[in-house]
């Protein structure tokens, strides 16, 4: 398991994580839970490696971090607020209290949308 310290690299995470970058994440965190049947750390590696802007990609496995260490999606996002802002959040908390992978990935979908349009 490999170990990213975002607090080290925050400011260039923070300025250059966009919502495009956001939405295309949303995108492929989406398509691998379909594919998997669910959000687990399996999930966040494989889309954390398949990433190729090394900012998005530290994201994504700062995120499988805090799964790894038993916090929920949430709480993660939360962490980055600036990032993740309450809307997102929102509808993290709404599909994870909802549960269901197929939730999950729909809420992905439709933040990726959202980003996209704003």
């Keep these: 398991m490999v170990v990213i310290d975002?607090?080290?690299k925050e400011t260039a995470i923070e300025t250059l994580v966009s919502p495009e970058d956001l939405a295309q994440?949303?995108?492929s965190l989406a398509m691998e839970i379909n594919v998997q049947g669910r959000l687990d750390?399996?999930?966040l590696e494989i889309v954390g490696f398949s990433i190729a802007k090394e900012n998005v990609k530290?994201?994504?496995l700062y995120l499988?971090?805090?799964i790894c260490l038993g916090n929920s999606l949430l709480v993660a996002c939360k962490q980055h607020s600036d990032i993740f802002d309450e809307y997102f959040c929102a509808k993290i908390y709404d599909?994870?209290?909802r549960g269901g992978s197929d939730v999950l990935a729909k809420t992905f979908d439709r933040l990726?949308?959202?980003l996209l349009s704003s």
């Design 6 to 8: 975002l607090n080290t």
């Design 25 to 27: 994440l949303c995108k």
């Design 41 to 43: 750390i399996n999930v």
């Design 58 to 60: 530290a994201l994504v």
């Design 64 to 66: 499988r971090d805090e």
């Design 95 to 97: 599909a994870e209290r």
């Design 112 to 114: 990726a949308d959202n």
